[in-house]
């Protein structure tokens, strides 16, 4: 049972790094072009949207405005330039407002 878990440990971790590793070896010394580096810097805001959308829509499945009413908050945060924990705490307020009014 314990080797079991080991192992599993084990391919797990390879199963984590390799993908990391892979580009760092097979890309070493090699400049790609540019519209693919256009396309890979964007790569993590379409992911965090794609993450995030879902959850604003389906937070709470009888009130959809409770989701929309926390993004607007973080949204508008964000947009003024405030940092990250200001954007989080802002939007939970809004909420535990919202919340408590309704």
């Known amino acids: ?11 797990m971790g390879l199963v984590t790094y390799i993908p990391r590793m892979l580009p760092f070896v097979l890309f070493k010394g090699m400049e790609l072009p540019p519209f693919i580096q256009g396309v890979l810097k964007n790569v993590p805001y379409a992911t965090l949207g794609a993450l995030i959308f879902p959850a604003i829509i389906f937070i709470q499945k009888d009130d959809i405005w409770y989701g929309i009413a926390g993004a607007v908050a973080a949204f508008a945060a964000a947009f003024l330039g405030a940092n990250v924990i ?14 408590f009014f309704l």
């Open 86 to 99: 200001v954007v989080v705490l802002g939007s939970i307020t809004v909420l535990a407002v919202y919340s």
């Open 1 to 11: 049972m314990k080797s079991e878990i080991l192992w599993m440990i084990i391919g």
